[in-house]
């Protein structure tokens, strides 16, 4: 039987606890599931390196093994830069999460051009330059796992949330061509599918500037009233950050894993069984996105 490979030499798959240790990156590590994740994996015992945007401490007790650094995802020297750094430090990197996300609300006419931009620069073209630099790494190690953070709003647009939604859609096809591209390397991706949660993300979502004064008016009101009351009573950010390292502590089993309730569950299934024009009528009563007689 074929040894495991697990720090960057073979080990056994009785080896110490020393040799179960990872090295793990976590992109958007400062709240939500980044954090949720972060905080788990380094009280197990794992290496951590948090990138945010926003600086933070790590728990006490947990300053040796959860390191964080302020870091723009936005930026290719800063992203090349942070790797290159936990390259020379560590020698490899075994977990690479890419979680860092933003939010936009608007209609897909009344959202410019640029506030798209800047939203893909995140939430896509972030990833994008992660993979960019680690890869190269894991590749040379021969092993690797690679935990896209994408949205049950990958599968389901929600009205209003297009240029989010779309991005989220995005992350699911590169995430399926990382996989196949990366699989003969030894090289695992895998996709974490949250529903709506209880995170700073409610309130650190942004508006369109067309959107104030909206011509969707009431709809527009309405559908997002139902959006930010689902997310405030939605999962814990701590429910994603659990699946995150479970994954992390086995081995990719599936390549999607769809973390909601059962109702948005069961949802995204509907789709691609009944009519879609059907599905979009109930959907739509749904998210209070029926029109006003």
């Known amino acids: 039987m074929r040894d495991r490979r697990v720090t960057g030499r073979r080990v056994s798959p009785g080896g110490n606890r020393e ?3 990872k090295v793990i990156v976590i992109t958007g590590a400062s709240s939500g599931f980044g954090r949720a994740a972060a905080e788990t994996l380094a009280e197990a015992g794992h290496r951590v390196y948090g990138l945010s945007v926003d600086s933070a401490r790590p728990p006490r007790g947990l300053d040796g093994r959860l390191r964080h650094a302020r870091v723009d995802i936005r930026s290719e020297k800063a992203v090349r830069a942070a790797i290159l750094g936990i390259i020379r430090t560590e020698k490899r990197i075994d977990v690479l999460v890419n979680n860092a996300g933003v939010g936009i609300a608007g209609a897909v006419d009344e959202t410019s051009t640029d506030e798209a931009r800047n939203l893909f620069d ?13 890869v190269p790494q894991m590749r040379r190690q021969g092993f690797g796992t ?3 953070v994408s949205s049950l709003a990958g599968f389901q647009a929600i009205p209003f949330q297009g240029i989010y939604s779309a991005s989220k859609h995005a992350i699911e096809a590169m995430s399926e061509a990382l996989s196949m591209e990366l699989k003969p390397f030894g090289i695992r991706v895998c996709v974490v599918e949250p529903g709506d949660a209880a995170t700073s993300f409610t309130r650190n979502r942004l508006y369109s500037r067309q959107s104030r004064g909206s011509a969707y008016g009431g709809t527009f009101r309405s559908v997002m009233r139902t959006v930010e009351h689902d997310e405030e009573t939605g999962i814990a950010a701590e429910v994603v950050g659990a699946c995150i390292a479970r994954i992390v502590d086995g081995r990719p089993r599936r390549f999607r894993y769809p973390v909601g309730n059962a109702l948005q569950r069961l949802g995204i299934r509907l789709k691609h069984v009944v009519p879609y024009a059907l599905f979009e009528w109930g959907a739509m009563r749904v998210f209070g996105a029926v029109p006003k007689p």
């Open 146 to 148: 690679i935990i896209n």
């Open 19 to 21: 040799d179960r240790r």
């Open 122 to 134: 995140v939430n896509l073209w972030g990833l994008h330059r992660l993979c960019r630099h680690v």
